[in-house]
């Protein structure tokens, strides 16, 4: 099963280190036929940016950070919205790490969009100082357990969980956000976890190697919940789960291959 998934053979202690580039066989494309229309995006993109960056208006910065927290951040386009701009956004809903009273709903928002381009940026820029310092900042700053609303408590634990830097043994910790998922979350929210957790595994098994499996306990449980509804699912969530569980497994594939169509099904 594991070649299958094209892992590698063991390369022994004095190999942790190797870089992933150093391998001789190439990621293999998983979806060949991927057509994306990146002008739609990139002229929604630059609308994004412009609002965020022009508005005062918490109402018309709260539409537009729901928009954004929906978009796929393909990563042709990620770099086109700055990351200071969504987490002053986000910190802003805070104090001393607990959410302010009355603005959950807009620091869960600010912090889906957060966490949705952030994981993406971290599989491009993963050595970049200043995406270091705001994972820093998320990870000492975000206490997930002093919040109440089970929503923001979730989104809350995925921020810190994208900004942790993952040690190369395979075994990851901050699985802390397993407390605060549940059955009923809506298909929009499974939809979004399922992306971010999966930019952020590739993000991991691009630091990890081509080696090693990483925390499959913990990938069994995320995938077990967001799966709960069985044959309900739709196509992207089940394709979002199985790539999840493979290149936690070892399977090494281009970054462009987790974007794949809505109406492709990698399995059942």
Not at 72 to 99: K, N, Q
Not at 143 to 154: A, V, Y
Not at 244 to 265: E, R, V
Request: overall charge negative.
């Amino acid at each position: 099963m594991l070649r299958s998934f094209r892992c590698a053979p063991a390369l022994g202690e004095e190999g942790e280190h190797v870089p992933l580039a150093v391998v001789a066989t190439p990621p293999t494309r998983v979806i060949e036929d991927i057509s994306i229309d990146l002008e739609v995006y990139k002229a929604d993109i630059r609308c994004i940016s412009w609002i965020l960056d022009s508005t005062t208006d918490v109402d018309v910065i709260f539409s537009t950070v729901r928009f954004a927290a929906d978009t796929i951040w393909y990563p042709e386009i990620a770099r086109a919205l700055s990351l200071d701009i969504l987490a002053d956004l986000f910190f802003d809903c805070l104090l001393d790490g607990r959410v302010i009273h009355g603005r959950s709903e807009h620091a869960s928002s600010m912090g889906m969009a957060l966490a949705s381009v952030l994981s993406i940026r971290l599989c491009m820029e993963s050595e970049d100082e200043g995406l270091r310092g705001l994972c820093g900042r998320l990870v000492s700053q975000v206490r997930w357990e002093r919040s109440s609303e089970p929503t923001f408590k979730l989104i809350a634990a995925v921020l810190r969980l994208v900004a942790r830097v993952p040690p190369r043994n395979g075994q990851f910790t901050g699985w802390e956000f397993f407390e605060s998922m549940h059955n009923r979350l809506s298909t929009t929210h499974k939809l979004w976890l399922s992306r971010v957790i999966l930019q952020t595994v590739w993000h991991w098994r691009r630091i990890r190697g081509p080696t090693g499996v990483l925390d499959a306990h913990g990938m069994e449980l995320v995938c077990r919940t967001l799966a709960a509804d069985g044959d309900q699912m739709p196509n992207i969530l089940k394709t979002n789960l199985f790539l999840i569980l493979a290149i936690s497994l070892g399977l090494q594939i281009d970054i462009c291959d987790l974007y794949p169509p809505n109406h492709k099904c990698a399995t059942f």
